[in-house]
Every structure is written in C-alpha cells, then in structure tokens.
C-alpha cells in the first residue's frame, strides 16, 4: 500500500501564489488582436460615420446590417467588422 504525501498549508498556498502568477502572465501573451488599420481607412470610416448617429442598440443593429448590405466592412485578422462596430 502507497502512501500519498498530503499537501501541507504551506505549500497549498505556495502552489495557489505561482499559479496565480503564470496565469497573469499567461493572460498577458494571450490578449486579444489588437486592430491595426491604416491612418486612411480610419479617416474613412469616421467619415462615415459622422454622417449617421446611431443612438440606440436598434439603430446599432440596423446600421451593422446596412454595413454587411452595403459592403462597408474590413477584415482584421480573420474577423470580419462593419464600420458600425468601429465606432461604437
């Protein structure tokens, strides 16, 4: 018969503090795509954009599917954003 080594307090807390730690560190490496987008098309799409108030999250979802109808949109990454969600 084995005997199985308890954790003692000490070390459970030790334990609980470096993965705390790589986990930050983890999160750190892993972050989201950052949009990088050239300064024209930015000029463009708040271009757009000022022409139209979007005010509510209706007004949101209508102007996001008038982007995909209109062929207003850009891919970053593998993502495809409508100039409506840039904005807002």
Request: aromatic content about 18%; overall charge positive.
């Amino acid at each position: 018969m084995k005997y199985s080594k308890k954790i003692l307090r000490r070390e459970f807390i030790i334990y609980l503090f470096t993965a705390f730690i790589f986990v930050f560190i983890a999160k750190d490496q892993f972050k989201k795509e950052e949009i990088d987008i050239d300064s024209e098309i930015i000029k463009k799409i708040k271009n757009y954009n000022s022409f139209r108030e979007i005010k509510s999250k209706e007004d949101l979802k209508y102007a996001i599917k008038s982007d995909l109808q209109n062929n207003k949109t850009i891919f970053v990454g593998k993502k495809l954003y409508t100039y409506a969600e840039f904005e807002y």
